[in-house]
C-alpha cells in the first residue's frame, strides 16, 4: 500500500510509512463496528496540554440505518470536489477542537494541536487494521456549527474519510493521475533545525 | 510500559497503547544517532492541509558536544517545574508550527493542527524504538522566539523530551507519585457524538 519515498537511512514503523491519503474507497464494504470502535478508542489515547482532550468527533457510517442522515449531513458540508470522491467512504469524522480549557475556561492555545494528535491516531489505528483516511479541510464551517449545533468556542477541523480502498476506477480521470502519484515530503533541511532558524540539523542533505 | 486502562472491547495498536508521557528519563542513555533520524523522518510523513508540511522542529542532543549550547538554550526555555525533569533528557525538541501558507502566504488554519499530527507520528515512531516521549506547553515562548530568530509567523507549540526511561528515583516525591498513577481518559459519551452536539455516538457507556 506504501508509495512513501521514505529515507532509507531512517526507517520508519510500517504503519506509519503505509499511511497515506487515498480517494478511492470502496463503496460496496463498510467499516465493521469493532473495527471503528478501534479508531476511537485510539483517538481517546492522545496526549494533551493539562490532559484537557480538546478533540471531539461526530461520527457517521453509511451502513448504519439510523446514521445515514447524519452521514449525508457530513458529506453536504464538503465542497463539490471533495464530495466527488468522498461519497463513496463508508464512514465519515468530523473533527473538531474545543478552544477553552475545560478547568478555567481561559483559552487553549494547545487545542487544535492536541486535535490533530488525536487524529493523527486514529488515522495510525486505521492503517494498522488495513482501513484507509483520507482528511478534508474543505468543508462548510458554518453549515457544520449550525448543523450540529456546535457551541461557539469548538472549531470543526477535518472530516476524515474512513473506509477500504477500492479500485481507483471509481475516480475521475484527473484524480486518478494525483492518486497514482508517489508521495513526496519536502526536504529535512528545510524543516529540521539547530541553533538558528533555516541553520539545517541534520548536515547531510537528505 | 503500558498503564492505560484502554476499552477491553476495542484493541488498539501496541504502539498507541504502550505510548504514554513519562517523566523518569536515563540521563546517561544517549539516542542513537539513526533513531534520532527515524523519528523525524517520522515526522515528516505526517499529512497536512494542501501538503503545506507546516511543521519545523528545532533539535538538540546534549550528548552531541557541538548541541550542548543549543539543549541548554531549550531546558532554558522550560518552566521550573519541567526543567526539574525534563534537564535527564538527551535529546530537547521544540515543535513550531508556521501559520501561514507557503503557496500563498495566507493563513493556515490546520498549521497547529498538522504540527499535532507530525509530533505524535514522531512520539509513536519513538515509541516503536523503544524510546520515551513527553510534551511540555510550559515555555517561554518569547525566549524562543528570540532565541531561535523565528520569523513572527511560526507559533512555537511543544518542546519534547526524547530518550529511555529511566529509574524513577531521579524525581521527587511528588513526580514520583503522579509518575506512576494510572493513565485514564474521559469517557467515549463526552467526546464521540452523533447527529447533534453532545449527543453520544456510543449507546453503550464505554
Known amino acids: 500500500m506504501s508509495r512513501s519515498q521514505t529515507n532509507p537511512k531512517a526507517e520508519i514503523d510500517d504503519h506509519l510509512a503505509n499511511r497515506w491519503s487515498p480517494r478511492a474507497f470502496d463503496p460496496r464494504r463498510p467499516v465493521e463496528r469493532e473495527r471503528l470502535l478501534s479508531c476511537i478508542e485510539a483517538a481517546r489515547w492522545a496526549p494533551s496540554c493539562f490532559g484537557d482532550e480538546p478533540w471531539r ?100 477541523m477535518s472530516i476524515i474519510a474512513l473506509g477500504y480502498m477500492g479500485d481507483d476506477l471509481v475516480l475521475d480521470d484527473g484524480l486518478r493521475e494525483v492518486e497514482n502519484k508517489p508521495r513526496t515530503r519536502r526536504p529535512m533541511s528545510s524543516l529540521i533545525f539547530a541553533d538558528r532558524w533555516r541553520t539545517p540539523y541534520f548536515r547531510q542533505e537528505d
Not at 72 to 82: E, G, H, Q, V, Y
Open 57 to 156: 468527533f461526530i461520527v457517521a457510517d453509511r451502513y448504519s440505518e439510523d446514521e445515514l442522515d447524519n452521514w449525508k449531513n457530513l458529506l453536504d458540508c464538503l465542497t463539490p470536489k471533495n464530495r466527488a470522491w468522498a461519497q463513496h467512504a463508508p464512514v465519515l469524522i468530523m473533527a473538531c477542537a474545543s478552544t477553552h480549557f475545560r478547568q478555567n475556561d481561559k483559552p487553549n492555545r494547545w487545542a487544535e494541536f492536541d486535535t490533530g494528535q488525536s487524529v493523527f491516531a486514529l488515522c495510525i489505528q486505521a492503517t494498522s487494521l488495513g482501513l484507509i483516511t483520507h482528511q478534508m479541510g474543505g468543508f462548510d464551517e458554518d453549515m457544520a456549527r449550525g448543523h450540529w449545533g456546535m457551541p461557539k468556542e469548538v472549531e470543526p
